[in-house]
């Protein structure tokens, strides 16, 4: 079923503004740009969101599951959870995970893995912005050095039951100026200068061009995700519009908010007539909420 839109948020923990503090309003235009790409998701008429993000592994992850921001000084869990029971069938390049064996959403147990920090950002964001009818989520952790190819082949074979979306979380640079927390690189500025045309041009291809090697020099967390996203939107097909929401480069790292949306018309069923994307699966279909 067809892929209708993507929002492309940063991850940084300073979003949160109980964790920001005093700081918290340097960033409030940031909070207000995710906040209008993750509104926007909903509005393109979405029943399932997919987040994808940087983590350790490229892994699907079962839900329900919870994250925590206490590693950052913040006693503060997120999570999602779903009221589907029925596994979670292994997209392309995911290595699968077993569902909960309970019928409601629970808390994960103890030594669960929790969740990356972009995912516990993106949950961060979704229960900030809820969605106004019942949503089904899935999470999609991507390797920090998974390259190209895969982040692409995995993004063309997410395969979602319904009208889904994309909620895509990763930061630009980390080496902008001299005390950067990955110090001062002068290409980082072009870098992310880039990647905010492509993702304002909704350039699929531009994305799938980023340089792993010179993408991990220049601490770039988010090349894995965007090129989820391209890989996606490629096997999707159909006309795409792309809007940057928000550019900013605060305290060394590259934050960029964009939104991506489907301009095909409609079909006779709602949805986009030149829609090219795979097959349905099983995935998604129960709608979910977001747990605190």
Do not use: N
């Amino acid at each position: 079923m067809p892929l209708l839109a993507a929002a492309v948020c940063p991850h940084p923990p300073l979003i949160v503004p109980e964790l920001a503090g005093a700081a918290a309003p340097e960033l409030a235009e940031l909070r207000d740009a995710c906040a209008a790409a993750v509104a926007a998701l909903y509005a393109a008429g979405a029943d399932t969101v997919v987040l994808v993000g940087a983590g350790e592994r490229t892994t699907e992850l079962a839900l329900p599951r919870r994250g925590s921001f206490a590693p950052w000084g913040l006693p503060l869990t997120v999570g999602l959870a779903t009221a589907g029971v029925e596994p979670v069938p292994p997209s392309a390049g995911v290595e699968p995970v077993p569902p909960s064996a309970d019928d409601e959403p629970v808390s994960p147990s103890a030594d669960d893995e929790g969740l990356p920090l972009s995912l516990l950002v993106g949950a961060w964001l979704v229960d900030r912005t809820a969605p106004p009818t019942p949503t089904a989520w899935r999470l999609v952790s991507v390797a920090s050095d998974e390259p190209a190819d895969r982040c692409a082949t995995l993004g063309a074979g997410l395969r979602v039951d319904g009208p889904w979306a994309l909620l895509v979380l990763g930061d630009g640079s980390a080496c902008h100026g001299p005390k950067a927390p990955g110090y001062d690189d002068p290409r980082a500025g072009a870098y992310d200068e880039g990647v905010a045309r492509a993702l304002a041009d909704a350039d699929a291809d531009a994305l799938l061009g980023l340089d792993r090697g010179l993408s991990a020099r220049l601490g770039v967390a988010g090349r894995p995700a965007w090129q989820v996203l391209a890989g996606a939107v490629r096997a999707a097909g159909g006309d795409w519009h792309g809007e940057l929401r928000h550019h900013g480069v605060p305290y060394g790292v590259g934050y960029l908010v964009a939104s991506w949306t489907r301009t095909d018309p409609p079909g006779p069923d709602g949805t986009p007539v030149g829609d090219a994307g795979t097959a349905a699966g099983d995935a998604g279909t129960a709608a979910g909420g977001v747990t605190r």
